[in-house]
């Protein structure tokens, strides 16, 4: 009965402050104290009140274990490693996947369409031609600058009015 008392209060309280706002033209502040003035009276009504304690009651119950439990302490000590750890190995894999660089082709079955040997095995693949090298980029010559180096900032947009034929 009192908690319910209380939240009707709460909720006269910020629908007066809403219309105190809306008499001076702040209707988005008189909109947003009206919203929050509706929350007690709506939490009552749903019966979320005895939830929202027995959820204080156990924060504040871990929170003191938390303070005087050694225990706790080891267990965030322990995950704070794990975190750790976990972050580290995510850095190592960014760069490279595998250790030797190369990547080994996996043994694949003969095919229908694959030549035999005498003895029945399966004759080893041709071998490919490498892959070709793509050409390397010449160095712009020091001496002079481009118009697109002098504008800075505003390169990329010149850089798109020139494609669009602006």
Request: positive net charge; proline residues 8%.
């Amino acid at each position: 009965m009192l908690t319910g008392a209380i939240c009707y209060a709460l909720s006269a309280a910020g629908l007066a402050l809403a219309a105190t706002h809306g008499l001076r033209r702040r209707w988005r502040s008189a909109t947003r104290w009206a919203g929050l003035a509706l929350l007690p009276a709506g939490v009552y009504l749903t019966g979320l009140v005895p939830v929202g304690t027995a959820i204080g009651r156990a924060v504040g119950h871990w929170a003191t274990k938390l303070v005087f439990d050694p225990r706790v302490w080891t267990g965030i000590g322990l995950l704070g490693i794990a975190v750790l750890l976990l972050v580290l190995s995510r850095l190592g894999t960014t760069g490279r996947e595998g250790g030797s660089g190369r990547a080994e082709a996996p043994a694949e079955p003969v095919g229908r369409g694959q030549a035999r040997s005498r003895e029945g095995r399966a004759a080893p693949p041709a071998a490919t031609p490498p892959a070709a090298t793509p050409p390397a980029v010449a160095p712009a010559p020091k001496g002079k600058k481009s118009a697109a180096d002098e504008l800075g900032d505003f390169s990329d947009i010149e850089e798109i009015l020139r494609k669009r034929g602006i």
